[in-house]
């Protein structure tokens, strides 16, 4: 499945949240890899809020495809691994 920056997804949170916990981060912790990851990639080090990672890990708040492929970067995985399948 391919999708548009702008297209709206819902994240599968309880993924995220696994995969920030088995690298032993805090949120904080992502929130800075995610920077690293950006900075590495386009040289500049744009992140997620804390806030707006929490809601993703604990409502699945919607978010655009581009902030999806933000944090998959910090967690060096493929963003679809994180989008959330129907049904759950």
Do not use: F, H
């Not at 032993?24 to 995610?34: F, N, P």
């Not at 590495?40 to 902030?67: C, F, M």
């Not at 060096?76 to 959330?84: A, G």
């Amino acid at each position: 499945m391919s999708y548009e920056p702008d297209s709206p997804v819902v994240p599968d949170g309880l993924a995220i949240r696994r995969r920030r916990r088995r690298r032993g981060w805090s949120r904080r912790g992502l929130v800075a890899a995610i920077a690293a990851a950006a900075e590495r990639e386009t040289g500049v080090a744009e992140t997620i809020s804390l806030n707006l990672l929490q809601g993703i890990e604990e409502k699945g708040e919607v978010i655009p495809y581009a902030k999806l492929c933000r944090v998959a970067a910090g967690l060096d995985c493929d963003p679809v691994d994180l989008v959330r399948s129907p049904g759950r």
